[in-house]
């Protein structure tokens, strides 16, 4: 089993940046690679960025230059530093664990407003 717990997020107006951290706990040997998602609502949940455990990345298109997806090993934690956000960035953003056998766990979720 893989906890994760997401801090950070918040409000912030358009332009502005915000950073979310997730911490993973358990089994975290057995985690192949984490990312963030995000929910709008009335939307279907979208990968927004992932990194393996080399530190391969990639992102969504439409945030591609402005997110960073990053990782600290040691402190098994995944950060998400997103800058000039904009209005559509407004989600929960959950932290996502990719285990073997096609498992996955996620976190609660941390909310991301950004004001236009």
């Known amino acids: 089993q893989v906890q994760l717990v997401e801090s950070g997020g918040g409000l912030v107006q358009a332009g502005g940046s915000l950073s979310v951290s997730c911490a993973a706990s358990?089994?975290?040997?057995?985690?192949?690679?984490m990312g963030w998602f995000r929910q709008a609502p009335g939307k279907q949940r979208e990968l927004v960025a992932r990194?393996?455990?080399?530190?391969?990345?990639n992102y969504v298109d439409s945030v591609k230059g402005r997110f960073t997806i990053s990782r600290n090993n040691a402190k098994n934690t995944v950060y998400l530093q997103m800058n000039n956000l904009k209005p559509e960035d407004t989600a929960v953003y959950y932290c996502?664990?990719?285990?073997?056998?096609?498992?996955?766990?996620w976190g609660q979720g941390t909310q991301v407003t950004v004001s236009s």
């Open positions: 996502n664990a990719e285990l073997p056998g096609l498992r996955v766990s």
């Open positions: 990194i393996t455990t080399v530190g391969t990345t």
């Open positions: 358990g089994s975290i040997f057995s985690i192949n690679a």
